[in-house]
């Protein structure tokens, strides 16, 4: 069945697979090899798809799979102590299913809810605000063996904390206005707009909307794509959940309008497996879509705007936040990035030219659409027009979503908020910039301090080696192993870092962390990789005391106990040469 209602297409492996594991809780191996009977496709392109991601499972989990939120803001909050509460209740060991097979408990990365954590995901739904009570009452609600659709409702509320508003959170219109707006246009009186708004994708990047817009329309072949990149995985960033909650209308509005400037006919949004939740309200929104018109043949009653859109669910992998690795994960495949050139403009989904644009930059194109390209570049700075929301999350007194004009100041953001006695910011997340009390005056835009939305707060009481600790761990976990300096490097510095933590570090240590520095920025197929090293570099840089107290010597020390795990081999044999001894050692070569 799962199989007929996904048209039998290879390229919707992924989806299937998600669905069989909706239904099972995991992934039998006696589905899989049936799944590649009737797809006539190798078990073992099935087999390298399941185990590519984290939500998908070909061991099982347990009826109920628990996942906590693994981001530092969650555990500020207090998560790893939930956890092992929940552990102690349920009377299993953390990544282990219950012997009965009832329940595993886990951590993942980071699922959004930062303003609204400790979280956890519940067979992929998500549950925020977790404290004591409410782990007892779900570890009770497990042993009671609940369906979670009988679950109290309100564990799965998630609320929207929108603490400011701007030009795209005020505005007020109606679905299909942005259209009749960039209609009325023209496709290339519309592109024309978009180009002097000088807008600026908001994933990150920062490349020009009209520019890559431009190159798809004019690439050749007459199929071509637009994907909304709704995988916002980036640590701390959740803004892209409000406005797909909020405001979904305006982003499958901005994928339309992107489909009338370029000529494409299919749409793909590309909804991150920690919003599950979204996804029928979003299935909704489209139908209401379709039945007004605004999706379908000849929107707005134009011959030959034709557009229509499929959502498409993650699956737990980071990296297909990148828009290459996105596009094989939408053909069911790995997530794995692309060589390019070719861009996915010129050759992207099925080969097909393919724009692929972030939740918050569709959203921005309506009020281009509504209000003309020149008004929409007046707010902000030169390099940076229009609006920003960031993903406020962190020790302040109202974290949440606020959108100001590019340029605001980082010290205005954090007075908004009431964030007090702040040690640093870390802006964009896991890959952004650590933000010193001395940079407090710098501001967010693409020529200052870029970011994708995340603002995560620390306040002196914060480690900020254990920030960036967390943040390395995190790349460790997420990549994807396609090129060994990332694989290997980010696992190196998890290793580095963690012998400082244990007290083992010299500062053979700080420099080793110079050298994967340099290996992962010079050899790293993707941004994860040369990303990687950044959150540990600045806080060498900014934070440089909290890395030297864990010193213990200036010279090299192991990250074990060298004549601890040798003490017993020393005793059977009877042999204890006194140059064997690792100190004894280093005196001799001084
Ligand atoms: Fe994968 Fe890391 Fe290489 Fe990127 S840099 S392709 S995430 S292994």
């Given at each position: 069945?799962?199989?007929?209602?996904?048209?039998?297409r290879p390229?919707?492996l992924?989806?299937?697979l998600?669905?069989i594991?909706a239904q099972?809780n995991?992934?039998p191996?006696?589905?899989?090899?049936a799944?590649?009977?009737r797809l006539g496709?190798?078990r073992?392109r099935?087999?390298g798809?399941?185990?590519f991601?984290s939500?998908?499972?070909?061991?099982?989990?347990?009826?109920y799979?628990i996942?906590?939120?693994?981001?530092?803001?969650d555990r500020?909050l207090?998560?790893?102590?939930?956890m092992a509460?929940?552990?102690?209740?349920l009377i299993?060991a953390?990544g282990r299913v219950?012997?009965?097979?009832?329940v595993s408990v886990d951590?993942t990365?980071?699922t959004?809810?930062?303003?609204?954590?400790?979280a956890?995901l519940?067979?992929?739904?998500?549950i925020?605000?977790?404290?004591?009570?409410?782990v007892?009452?779900?570890?009770e609600?497990?042993r009671?063996?609940?369906?979670?659709?009988?679950?109290?409702s309100?564990?799965?509320?998630?609320h929207?904390?929108?603490?400011?508003?701007?030009?795209?959170l005020?505005a007020?219109?109606?679905?299909?206005?942005?259209?009749l707006a960039?209609v009325s246009?023209?496709?290339?009186?519309w592109?024309?707009a978009?180009r002097?708004?000088?807008?600026r994708?908001?994933?990150?990047?920062?490349?020009?909307?009209?520019?890559?817009?431009q190159?798809?329309?004019?690439a050749?072949?007459?199929d071509?794509?637009?994907?909304c990149?709704?995988d916002?995985?980036?640590?701390g960033?959740f803004?892209?959940?409000v406005?797909?909650?909020?405001?979904a209308?305006r982003?499958?509005?901005?994928?339309?309008?992107?489909?009338w400037?370029?000529g494409a006919?299919?749409?793909f949004?590309y909804?991150?497996g920690?919003?599950?939740h979204?996804?029928?309200?979003?299935?909704s929104?489209?139908?209401?879509?379709r039945?007004?018109g605004?999706?379908?043949d000849?929107?707005?009653g134009v011959?030959?705007?034709?557009?229509?859109?499929?959502?498409?669910?993650g699956a737990?992998?980071y990296?297909c936040?990148?828009?290459?690795?996105l596009?094989?994960?939408?053909?069911g495949k790995r997530?794995?990035p692309?060589?390019r050139?070719?861009?996915p403009v010129?050759?992207g989904?099925?080969?097909?030219?393919?724009?692929?644009?972030?939740?918050e930059?569709?959203a921005?194109c309506c009020?281009?659409?509504?209000?003309?390209?020149?008004a929409?570049?007046?707010?902000g700075?030169a390099?940076s027009?229009?609006?920003?929301l960031l993903?406020?999350?962190g020790?302040?007194a109202?974290?949440?979503?606020?959108?100001?004009p590019?340029?605001?100041?980082?010290?205005?953001?954090?007075?908004d908020?009431?964030?007090s006695?702040?040690?640093?910011?870390q802006?964009?997340?896991?890959?952004?910039i650590?933000?010193?009390?001395y940079e407090?005056?710098?501001r967010?835009a693409f020529?200052?301090v870029?970011?994708a939305g995340?603002?995560?707060i620390?306040d002196?009481?914060?480690?900020?080696?254990?920030?960036?600790r967390n943040f390395v761990?995190?790349f460790?976990?997420e990549s994807c192993?396609?090129?060994?300096?990332?694989?290997?490097?980010?696992?190196?510095?998890?290793?580095?870092l963690d012998?400082?933590a244990?007290?083992?570090g010299?500062?053979?240590?700080l420099r080793?962390?110079?050298?994967?520095?340099r290996l992962?920025?010079?050899?790293?197929?993707?941004g994860?990789?040369?990303a990687?090293p950044?959150p540990v570099?600045d806080g060498?840089?900014?934070?440089r005391?909290?890395?030297e107290?864990?010193?213990?010597?200036?010279?090299f020390t192991?990250?074990?106990?060298?004549?601890g795990?040798l003490?017993?081999?020393?005793q059977?044999?009877?042999?204890?040469?006194?140059?064997a001894?690792l100190?004894?050692?280093?005196e001799?070569d001084?």
């Amino acid at each position: 069945r799962i199989i007929e209602a996904h048209g039998r297409r290879p390229e919707a492996l992924l989806q299937m697979l998600v669905d069989i594991q909706a239904q099972e809780n995991w992934l039998p191996p006696e589905v899989l090899t049936a799944l590649s009977k009737r797809l006539g496709m190798a078990r073992a392109r099935i087999d390298g798809v399941a185990g590519f991601y984290s939500f998908l499972h070909t061991e099982p989990v347990g009826r109920y799979r628990i996942l906590f939120s693994d981001n530092i803001i969650d555990r500020m909050l207090g998560s790893e102590a939930l956890m092992a509460l929940m552990c102690r209740k349920l009377i299993i060991a953390p990544g282990r299913v219950s012997e009965d097979g009832l329940v595993s408990v886990d951590t993942t990365s980071c699922t959004g809810m930062g303003d609204q954590g400790p979280a956890i995901l519940v067979n992929g739904h998500a549950i925020a605000h977790l404290d004591h009570q409410r782990v007892n009452e779900i570890c009770e609600l497990v042993r009671q063996q609940r369906p979670l659709d009988a679950w109290p409702s309100q564990y799965f509320q998630v609320h929207d904390n929108i603490r400011r508003r701007d030009a795209l959170l005020d505005a007020d219109f109606a679905p299909g206005d942005a259209i009749l707006a960039a209609v009325s246009m023209g496709r290339t009186g519309w592109l024309e707009a978009v180009r002097k708004a000088n807008l600026r994708g908001h994933g990150g990047a920062g490349f020009t909307t009209a520019v890559k817009w431009q190159a798809c329309r004019d690439a050749a072949g007459a199929d071509k794509v637009v994907v909304c990149n709704a995988d916002e995985g980036e640590p701390g960033t959740f803004k892209d959940r409000v406005l797909l909650t909020r405001h979904a209308h305006r982003v499958i509005e901005g994928m339309t309008l992107a489909a009338w400037a370029t000529g494409a006919r299919c749409g793909f949004l590309y909804l991150r497996g920690e919003y599950r939740h979204l996804l029928a309200p979003l299935r909704s929104v489209l139908a209401d879509r379709r039945q007004a018109g605004w999706l379908g043949d000849r929107i707005a009653g134009v011959e030959g705007f034709d557009f229509d859109i499929d959502i498409h669910l993650g699956a737990g992998a980071y990296v297909c936040g990148e828009e290459t690795a996105l596009i094989e994960s939408l053909e069911g495949k790995r997530g794995t990035p692309r060589i390019r050139p070719p861009f996915p403009v010129e050759a992207g989904y099925l080969g097909r030219p393919t724009v692929v644009n972030n939740v918050e930059t569709l959203a921005k194109c309506c009020l281009i659409a509504l209000r003309g390209g020149e008004a929409f570049a007046r707010t902000g700075t030169a390099q940076s027009t229009g609006t920003k929301l960031l993903s406020v999350s962190g020790d302040c007194a109202r974290p949440g979503v606020y959108e100001y004009p590019f340029g605001v100041t980082v010290a205005q953001v954090l007075d908004d908020c009431g964030a007090s006695d702040v040690q640093a910011v870390q802006v964009g997340g896991a890959a952004g910039i650590t933000i010193a009390p001395y940079e407090f005056g710098r501001r967010i835009a693409f020529e200052d301090v870029p970011t994708a939305g995340a603002f995560m707060i620390f306040d002196s009481s914060r480690d900020m080696f254990e920030v960036a600790r967390n943040f390395v761990h995190f790349f460790a976990h997420e990549s994807c192993g396609f090129c060994t300096p990332c694989r290997v490097g980010t696992t190196l510095l998890c290793k580095t870092l963690d012998k400082l933590a244990d007290g083992y570090g010299s500062s053979v240590d700080l420099r080793e962390i110079d050298d994967l520095d340099r290996l992962l920025k010079q050899a790293s197929h993707c941004g994860l990789g040369s990303a990687a090293p950044n959150p540990v570099l600045d806080g060498l840089l900014k934070f440089r005391p909290v890395y030297e107290q864990r010193l213990v010597r200036k010279d090299f020390t192991p990250a074990f106990d060298l004549d601890g795990a040798l003490a017993r081999a020393r005793q059977m044999t009877g042999r204890d040469d006194a140059g064997a001894h690792l100190d004894n050692a280093m005196e001799d070569d001084a």
